[in-house]
């Protein structure tokens, strides 16, 4: 049945990703957003926002980007659709030229999704199936992080490491094991006052979880350059750098979960860039079209292709619509307006004024930890600033469900208060904005900071 209007219907009918729907059966206004342009979107009351998440990490280069959307046209017009099962069409094969040229060390054969979670999970299964192939059956097992997101298919929600997400569809993959993630603001006192210590101590979990599963069962270790669940974890000096060298001793797959970090999020084409390290597989998807047609990758070394060069051997996985045609265009128009607008550039320039700014807020009681990298930060908050007291659960339903998420949208900020870990406001606005829009962030932020604590 037809509803009457876009409300009504939404109430109806529109099943919203990770949302209590209860509030909407009470008859409550579904945030509906009509239009976007440059770092703002508009809502179906007419009321405008400052979009502080690029949609959900996705929208880098902003939105109302009439050159994107004629792309997409001229591409549905030319070859609307055709499939990367056993055939090629040009706009595929350029576009992974070219995140192969932007890829580290011999990361040069790129296998596309149409998201995150498929990219992560077609890395766990060409980890398994490459091992097979390579003589070392039994590795099959991956480790991951505490809290840190991976997607939502089986596979990758087991390497997910996030409970609540996950108990109601147990049993999921054999085989994900976690270890601690890297939120120094967390570890024990005597690591908080060295990074290097923590950082080493953090990777030394990870051979420590290799060892005792076995070397000769664990194929890859999941890694995002910058956890993003939980609040912004960036790596600690010297983490990556003791991550490859255990990865490399005992013969297992390092991938970097580039979902949220690739496409200029930390101010380069790929963050592990930034932090020194080549990994043998990068996931990404988001920010490839800023989200102007949906698309991920997986891109694998050249020692992962090898066994797929001779023989009968074939990565027997796929999806009806990864590199579609459509999204491939527009994310090649997409990369030439980061090239054309240096927005990498712009990232890294502006990122240490974005995180001045945010660090204004560490005056207000409830504020604990300003932090993350380029322009991708999370703002943890306490109930007590001197002992890092944290929520706890009842405080912090009420106070980021209950009032922080609508208050900040109210004020005019759309951007995501999160408990999957300990609480924390996020943001990752588009990579177009500078000082003027991290002040408004700011201002916007305190009005909301201030009043939060009345909110327990
Ligand atoms: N990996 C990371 C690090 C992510 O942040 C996400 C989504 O937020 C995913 C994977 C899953 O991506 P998608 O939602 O496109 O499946």
């Not at 409970?163 to 994900?176: H, I, R, S």
Request: glycine share 10%; with cysteine.
């Amino acid at each position: 049945a037809r509803g009457t209007d876009l409300q009504q219907a939404a109430r109806d009918h529109l099943w919203m990703h990770f949302t209590r729907h209860s509030v909407y059966e009470e008859g409550g206004h579904v945030p509906t957003i009509v239009r976007g342009e440059g770092h703002k979107i508009w809502d179906d009351t007419g009321r405008e926002y400052i979009d502080g998440l690029a949609g959900l990490f996705v929208v880098q280069v902003g939105h109302g980007r009439t050159e994107l959307a004629e792309t997409a046209l001229k591409q549905a017009e030319k070859l609307a659709f055709f499939p990367i099962w056993s055939y090629a069409h040009p706009a595929a094969i350029e576009l992974a030229e070219r995140l192969a040229a932007g890829a580290p060390g011999d990361l040069n054969r790129v296998f596309f999704t149409t998201g995150g979670g498929e990219a992560v999970e077609s890395a766990w299964k060409l980890a398994k199936q490459y091992f097979k192939l390579t003589g070392k059956p039994k590795k099959h097992k991956v480790i991951s992080r505490s809290i840190a997101y991976h997607g939502t298919p089986h596979g990758a929600l087991s390497i997910t490491g996030l409970p609540p997400l996950k108990e109601d569809f147990e049993p999921l993959v054999p085989g994900a094991h976690k270890v601690p993630n890297t939120n120094i603001y967390r570890a024990s006192e005597d690591l908080r006052d060295d990074p290097k210590a923590f950082g080493r101590w953090a990777a030394d979990r990870i051979a420590e979880a290799i060892e005792f599963e076995g070397p000769d069962t664990v194929a890859a270790v999941f890694l995002e350059p910058v956890q993003n669940a939980g609040g912004c974890f960036p790596p600690p000096p010297g983490y990556f750098e003791r991550v490859r060298e255990i990865c490399d001793e005992y013969d297992v797959l390092l991938v970097s979960d580039e979902v949220i970090c690739a496409f200029g999020r930390i101010g380069s084409m790929f963050a592990c860039e930034d932090f020194g390290y080549t990994p043998d597989i990068i996931t990404c998807a988001k920010g490839m079209t800023s989200g102007y047609s949906p698309i991920g990758a997986m891109i694998a070394s050249d020692r992962l292709f090898e066994p797929y060069k001779s023989g009968t051997n074939s990565f027997a996985h796929g999806y009806t619509f990864g590199g579609h045609p459509v999204s491939a265009a527009v994310a090649l128009a997409n990369l030439d307006i980061f090239e054309r607008e240096g927005l990498n550039a712009h990232v890294k320039e502006n990122a240490p004024a974005f995180r001045r700014t945010l660090e204004r807020l560490l005056d207000l009681p409830i504020v604990g930890d300003v932090r993350g990298e380029g322009y991708f930060y999370g703002i943890e908050l306490v109930k007590d600033k001197a002992t890092r007291e944290t929520f706890n659960a009842a405080e912090s339903e009420s106070m980021l469900r209950g009032y922080l998420s609508k208050a900040l949208f109210d004020a005019g900020l759309y951007c995501r208060a999160d408990d999957r870990g300990d609480p924390v406001v996020q943001l990752a606005p588009p990579l177009t904005i500078g000082q003027a829009e991290f002040d408004d962030i700011e201002q916007r932020l305190r009005t909301v900071l201030t009043e939060a604590p009345n909110h327990l």
